[in-house]
């Protein structure tokens, strides 16, 4: 994400950004576990098949999104940081 865009937005749109990104990071790890769960239980009762590689492929899709999240949420706490009165 751009600063200008960042620099365009108040404090409380950006503290609501700051809630967002925390609480997709909850949702991100609650999905990531339940994905890891079935691709367990599939290798277990199924062996290695399509379920199996799907769910190992939607969970490196997810984990790389939140690296993205955690880059944007770093950017968005520095810019609240720079705001704030000293």
Same mark, same amino acid.
């Given at each position: 994400?751009k600063?200008?865009?960042?620099t365009?937005?108040?404090?409380?749109?950006? %503290?609501?950004k700051?809630? !967002?990104?925390r609480a997709?990071k909850i949702?991100?790890?609650? @999905?990531?576990? *339940?994905?890891?769960? +079935?691709a %367990?239980?599939?290798?277990? !009762?199924?062996?290695?098949?399509?379920?199996?590689?799907?769910? @190992?492929?939607? *969970?490196?899709?997810? +984990?790389?999104?939140?690296?993205?999240?955690?880059?944007?949420?770093?950017?968005?706490e520095?810019?609240?940081?720079s705001?704030?009165?000293?």
């Open positions: 994400m600063n200008e865009y960042l365009e937005l108040n404090e409380q749109e950006l %503290i609501q700051v809630k !967002k990104i997709n949702i991100d790890a609650t @999905i990531v576990g *339940v994905t890891i769960g +079935i %367990i239980y599939s290798a277990v !009762k199924n062996g290695f098949g399509f379920s199996t590689f799907f769910s @190992i492929l939607l *969970v490196y899709l997810i +984990i790389r999104n939140s690296k993205t999240n955690n880059i944007l949420e770093k950017e968005v520095k810019e609240l940081n705001r704030s009165p000293k």
